[in-house]
């Protein structure tokens, strides 16, 4: 099970509610982005994590909404897995040419996501 995957699971013991714990993560994971690229010292291993963590954590919504048991609406489910699809390739891209500015589209889907599932989007 990779750290994401265990971290997720922790953390969904607790009394926080499905959607809570979502925006938790990826609000880590916007952080994460952000303090790589506010302390931008090139291609490192915090940038590395930071990419890790966050497409491990995309990974685990697009196997999410792939699952027939899924109570969202199918276009919510096509909408995470087209956000998810450009979460991957945005990584790619980060890994193949590193650049901080390419790390703000992340950082924002991840905020506004989190701000959505928390109701205040």
Not at 48 to 73: C, G, K, Y
Not at 75 to 103: C, H, S, W, Y
């Amino acid at each position: 099970m990779s750290n994401a995957a265990q971290a997720y699971a922790r953390t969904s013991q607790t009394t926080a509610s499905p959607r809570e714990i979502e925006a938790q993560a990826l609000l880590k994971a916007a952080r994460q982005l952000q303090d790589v690229q506010s302390n931008w010292a090139g291609p490192d291993k915090n940038m590395h994590n930071a990419l890790l963590f966050n497409s491990r954590l995309w990974s685990i919504f697009m196997s999410a909404v792939e699952t027939n048991d899924n109570p969202q609406p199918m276009e919510v489910r096509q909408n995470i897995a087209n956000i998810g699809v450009f979460v991957m390739k945005q990584t790619i891209d980060m890994q193949m040419d590193p650049d901080p500015a390419k790390l703000k589209s992340l950082i924002d889907i991840n905020r506004n996501l989190a701000a959505g599932l928390a109701g205040r989007g």
